[in-house]
């Protein structure tokens, strides 16, 4: 039985939640700040055309040897005559501020608010959230949102179907115009609150999906343009108890490293309905981190995945994990069941092995053996 799934009643919620995360597990005792940046970067017969994904300091452009200053800008899409040809770049700098907006009606109070338009980035059961870091890719800077549940517009959001969207950096909607129609790319997202359910962006520039539903219970993949679905590992269509030769259950995560390009793709799951050594997880109440070895293919992938450990609480829990740069795996969880002596954060090297996690953690810092974890209720995490 899947757990109840706290709603985030907009985009900027999960934003703060992941930036919140990350600071915590850090421990650092600064403000979190963006990055400024310049997107869908294009010319067209001299004129340069840009995204910045938040006010800054300044931008220039610069080709040729030349170096075209234009000054600070807002978050929002541009078109300069530099009379650019060849080799072209946009520097944009920020020397100080936080870049952000404070929260005003009808927005929620309290909360940071990022983006400046009051409908378009808010979403009524956003489940999972994906953004492109690869400067070198077409979509870098694209926001991919999965929203589960379809709902009608209000102060709080805009009508929304079920399935992903995608928002240019700046939190206006892609160039595809998709506006409010949600796209599945002919992949069968079923009627549930976990379906589609959280994201990852691949370094192969493809959307990864993760159904956490029972009656779905799947991992697809869609392109940046959210086009061209693919399944990643075999439809099981439900329910909760996944038998063999099936090779996963219910996704809650999935992130990857390579691409079937490169004969080098993993693809890392954090499975509620597979456990360490038994496809039961009700067996043993522990969900799973997997890694399968797909390579170079094909798709859909039916080989039996490794076991890099079962630390995760079943019932009640809301899992996720990300992967740092020295190949570490950060698994998060928010507990209904377990208490604060169970972990909210757990660290594993690269082979599963436990390092550390932040009952211990903080066990160490307060100086009291018996003190519950102070992150009990985590949502999510990234890995800055």
């Known amino acids: ?38 997107t869908e970067l294009s010319n067209f017969t001299g004129i340069v055309y840009f995204t910045v994904n938040e006010t800054n300091d300044n931008v220039s452009i610069i080709h040729n040897g030349i170096t075209n200053v234009l000054g600070p800008k807002a978050a929002g899409s ?3 005559n530099v009379s650019a040809s060849g080799t072209y770049s946009v520097q944009v700098t920020r020397n100080a501020g936080a870049g952000y907006k404070t929260a005003t009606s009808p927005y929620v109070a309290g909360k940071i608010q990022i983006s400046t338009d009051p409908i378009i980035a808010r979403f009524p059961t956003p489940r999972g959230l994906a953004v492109n870091r690869n400067p070198a890719s077409p979509f870098f800077g694209r926001i ?11 102060v709080l959001s805009r009508a929304v179907g079920r399935g992903l969207y995608t928002l240019k950096s700046d939190f206006t909607d892609s160039p595809n115009g998709y506006g409010t129609n949600a796209q599945t790319a002919g992949l ?15 370094q192969d520039d493809n959307v990864y999906i ?25 439809y099981t269509n439900g329910p909760s108890t996944i038998l063999p030769p099936t090779n996963h259950g219910s996704i809650m995560k999935v992130k990857t490293t390579g691409s079937l390009g490169g004969g080098n793709l993993k693809v890392y799951t954090i499975d509620e309905d597979f456990a360490t050594n038994a496809p039961l997880s009700q067996a043993t109440n522990k969900a799973s981190l997997w890694r399968y070895d797909i390579n170079s293919g094909p798709l859909t992938n039916q080989t039996y995945p490794t076991c ?43 082979t599963g092995v436990k390092i550390k996690d932040t009952t211990a953690i903080w066990r160490e810092t307060s100086g009291n053996p018996a003190a519950d974890d102070i992150m009990t209720n985590v949502n999510c995490i990234a890995v800055s």
Do not use: C
Not at 210 to 216: E, L, R, S
């Open 144 to 154: 991919y949102v999965a929203n589960s549940t379809p709902a009608s517009n209000s």
């Open 308 to 350: 890099l450990g079962s630390y995760l609480v079943v019932g009640g829990a809301e899992h996720d994990f990300d992967i740092g740069t020295n190949g570490y795996f950060y698994l998060s969880q928010r507990r209904d069941v377990g208490g604060g002596a169970t972990p909210a954060v757990i660290i594993l090297d690269p």
């Open 78 to 80: 541009y078109a300069t």
């Open 188 to 202: 069968p997202f079923v009627v549930s609150a976990n379906s589609p359910f959280r994201l990852s962006s691949g």
């Open 1 to 38: 039985m899947k757990q109840k799934t706290t709603p985030m009643n907009s985009f900027h919620e999960i934003r703060r939640a992941i930036v919140l995360s990350a600071v915590l597990v850090g421990a650092i005792a600064t403000t979190a700040l963006a990055t400024p940046y310049a």
């Open 210 to 234: 993760g159904d956490f539903a029972d009656a779905g219970s799947s991992l697809t993949r869609i392109d940046g343009n959210l086009q061209n679905g693919q399944w990643v590992l075999d």
